[in-house]
């Protein structure tokens, strides 16, 4: 992480605004334009968003922890491994990014036990998929084990013509087990990509595992996975927003399993310095 500049800009404004450090925070992620709506878990109403008028909610029995501690506001969510947070579809509101659009950054200490879905608007499995736009923290089928991974879907399906959808940026930078860390994608109409801490590192061109033998490909699939190359745009396909687990084979899955600490949703993609930007927070 280029921690120079950062530590420049983070100084600097604390120099000029006098906050404590959830103050700092918050108001470093509003002062960069087009933000939707963030989570910092700091208010008595925590699951509720800043931004936007939407409130996560849980089902009995699979509701994540608050605990008091995390890179934002000294708390966060804790997620076991089958607890998850949604919005319905119709209350989604600009989450629901219409700009063709978007950057999801979230803080994050992950277990490293298994697939973990963060945070965004991403259905596997109703109506044969309801895929928006979503972070993952490691997606293995694809290239993608243990990186940051940010999916775009246009249509909602699996990418022909193989039986899940190949559409996601990954990080070269793995993420780690029991560490907090900022984990981020963009997207810009043509290109994801993805970050960890703020940077973002390019991939060379690859032989994506899984891809072979498929119509069209008898040798497999070839692809740069980081930045991603993907024009189609996002659909608006009836997802939910989802923090911690998506719909897949007809039951909640893709759990994410540790601490979340943070999530913002910007309705643009981020040039790479505002994402290091956003992405840094003072480590004690």
């Given at each position: 992480?280029?921690?120079?500049?950062?530590?420049?800009?983070?100084?600097?404004?604390?120099?000029?605004?006098?906050?404590?450090?959830?103050?700092?925070?918050?108001?470093?992620?509003?002062?960069?334009?087009?933000?939707?709506?963030?989570?910092?878990?700091?208010?008595?109403?925590?699951?509720?968003?800043?931004?936007?008028?939407?409130?996560?909610?849980?089902e009995a029995g699979a509701?994540?922890?608050?605990?008091?501690?995390?890179?934002?506001?000294?708390?966060?969510?804790?997620?076991?491994?089958?607890?998850?947070?949604?919005?319905?579809?119709?209350?989604?509101?600009?989450?629901?990014?219409?700009?063709?659009?978007?950057?999801?950054?979230?803080?994050?200490?992950?277990?490293?036990?298994?697939?973990?879905?963060?945070?965004?608007?991403?259905?596997e499995y109703e109506d044969?998929?309801?895929?928006?736009?979503?972070?993952?923290?490691?997606?293995?089928?694809?290239?993608?084990?243990?990186?940051?991974?940010?999916?775009?879907?246009?249509?909602?399906?699996?990418?022909?013509?193989?039986?899940?959808?190949?559409?996601?940026?990954?990080?070269?930078?793995?993420?780690?087990?029991?560490?907090?860390?900022?984990?981020?994608?963009?997207?810009?109409?043509?290109?994801?990509?993805?970050?960890?801490?703020?940077?973002?590192?390019?991939?060379?061109?690859?032989?994506?595992?899984?891809?072979?033998?498929?119509?069209?490909?008898?040798?497999?699939?070839?692809?740069?996975?980081?930045?991603?190359?993907?024009?189609?745009?996002?659909?608006?396909?009836?997802?939910?927003?989802?923090?911690?687990?998506?719909?897949?084979?007809?039951?909640?899955?893709?759990?994410?399993?540790?601490?979340?600490?943070?999530?913002?949703?910007?309705?643009?993609?981020?040039?790479?310095?505002?994402?290091?930007?956003?992405?840094?927070?003072?480590?004690?």
């Open positions: 992480m280029r921690i120079i500049s950062i530590l420049t800009l983070a100084f600097a404004f604390f120099v000029a605004t006098g906050c404590d450090s959830r103050t700092e925070v918050a108001r470093r992620l509003e002062s960069v334009p087009n933000l939707v709506a963030y989570w910092d878990f700091a208010s008595e109403d925590y699951l509720s968003a800043t931004g936007v008028d939407a409130t996560l909610r849980g509701m994540p922890t608050l605990v008091a501690e995390g890179p934002l506001s000294d708390r966060a969510l804790h997620f076991d491994g089958d607890d998850y947070l949604y919005i319905p579809y119709a209350e989604t509101g600009a989450l629901n990014v219409q700009s063709g659009e978007v950057t999801v950054v979230a803080w994050v200490r992950w277990t490293a036990e298994q697939i973990g879905f963060v945070a965004g608007m991403w259905n044969g998929g309801k895929r928006q736009y979503g972070l993952f923290v490691s997606l293995p089928h694809y290239n993608g084990a243990h990186q940051v991974c940010g999916h775009i879907s246009r249509t909602g399906k699996p990418t022909p013509p193989f039986p899940y959808s190949i559409d996601y940026s990954a990080s070269p930078q793995r993420v780690p087990a029991d560490e907090w860390c900022a984990v981020a994608f963009t997207y810009d109409g043509e290109y994801i990509r993805s970050y960890f801490n703020g940077e973002f590192e390019a991939r060379e061109e690859e032989l994506i595992d899984h891809t072979t033998g498929f119509e069209g490909y008898p040798e497999g699939l070839r692809q740069v996975k980081n930045p991603y190359y993907f024009p189609d745009g996002i659909g608006d396909n009836g997802s939910d927003f989802t923090v911690g687990a998506v719909f897949v084979n007809k039951r909640i899955g893709n759990f994410f399993k540790g601490d979340i600490g943070g999530i913002a949703i910007y309705d643009r993609a981020l040039s790479a310095e505002e994402v290091e930007y956003v992405s840094w927070w003072e480590k004690n």
